[in-house]
Nanobody
Framework: QVQLVESGGGLVQAGGSLRLSCAAS????????MGWFRQAPGKEREFVAA????????YYADSVKGRFTMSRDNVKNTVYLQMNSLKPEDTAVYYC??????????????????WGQGTQVTISS
């Protein structure tokens, strides 16, 4: 019942910023915990950030903590990932995902029910 579409990826220089958006179609969006994951070439898909369905708590991978900020707008059915101080190591395909309804945050991609198609983020040195 939830369809996710990411946007906002692109090519930026190291130290720059990028804002990813994920638009959700489901009417039950507000009851889903949302997550961002990324997958670099030859690597496993890894957790980046997540926000609890209640909107009260946000969680980040250590590799992005202090640089990335996740938020959600339940009125617009959209989640965002503001990425600052980008590094070449951040280069990956970024996916948004939904888990729920009424599920807590989880760091494993296998626990998420719905996925977007991904958006490419490339950071040049």
């Amino acid at each position: 019942q939830v369809q996710l579409v990411e946007s906002g990826g692109g090519l930026v220089q190291a130290g720059g910023s990028l804002r990813l958006s994920c638009a959700a179609s489901g009417r039950t969006f507000s009851s889903y915990t949302m997550g961002w994951f990324r997958q670099a070439p030859g690597k496993e898909r890894e957790f980046v950030a997540a926000i609890w369905w209640s909107g009260y708590s946000t969680y980040y991978a250590d590799s992005v903590k202090g640089r990335f900020t996740m938020s959600r707008d339940n009125v617009k059915n959209t989640v965002y990932l503001q990425m600052n101080s980008l590094k070449p190591e951040d280069t990956a395909v970024y996916y948004c995902a939904a888990r729920g309804p009424y599920s807590g945050v989880d760091y494993s991609p296998t626990t998420y029910n719905y996925w977007g198609q991904g958006t490419q983020v490339t950071i040049s040195s």
